[in-house]
Nanobody, 128 residues
Framework: QLQLVESGGALVQAGGSRRLSCAAS????????MGWFRQPPGKEREFVAA????????YYADSVKGRFTIYRDNAKNTVYLQMNMLKVEDTAVYYC?????????????????????WGQGTQVTVSS
């Protein structure tokens, strides 16, 4: 059974940086497209970023473009989200997600329904 475990969430000051990690186990990580989503308090889950198995295609939400970077280390079965210039509105629970059918993710990388497996989430709180 594929499992995803996020880590790295914390309380951060606005303007600061934080790196989230998502470790995968139980599957062939190197063949999966991976995504990061977040759910701000009282709001729906929203897309943040996604990356194909090779890193050849990367997608970002407009709200994080230029500030966040998604990358992966297939040798460590881990995908990362480097978050810079954090804003109060980045406060959310952050989730990583994947699907063992990479074509489903690539067809709709910004859509939560394209992902089959989700981590438990990690809280990022940005203070002003």
């Amino acid at each position: 059974q594929l499992q995803l475990v996020e880590s790295g969430g914390a309380l951060v000051q606005a303007g600061g940086s934080r790196r989230l990690s998502c470790a995968a186990s139980g599957g062939t990580f190197s063949s999966y497209a991976m995504g990061w989503f977040r759910q701000p308090p009282g709001k729906e889950r929203e897309f943040v970023a996604a990356i194909t198995w090779s890193g050849g295609s990367i997608y970002y939400a407009d709200s994080v473009k230029g500030r966040f970077t998604i990358y992966r280390d297939n040798a460590k079965n881990t995908v990362y989200l480097q978050m810079n210039m954090l804003k109060v509105e980045d406060t959310a629970v952050y989730y990583c997600a994947t699907n063992n059918d990479w074509r489903t993710v690539v067809a709709a990388p910004r859509t939560p329904n394209a992902y089959k497996y989700w981590g438990q989430g990690t809280q990022v709180t940005v203070s002003s």
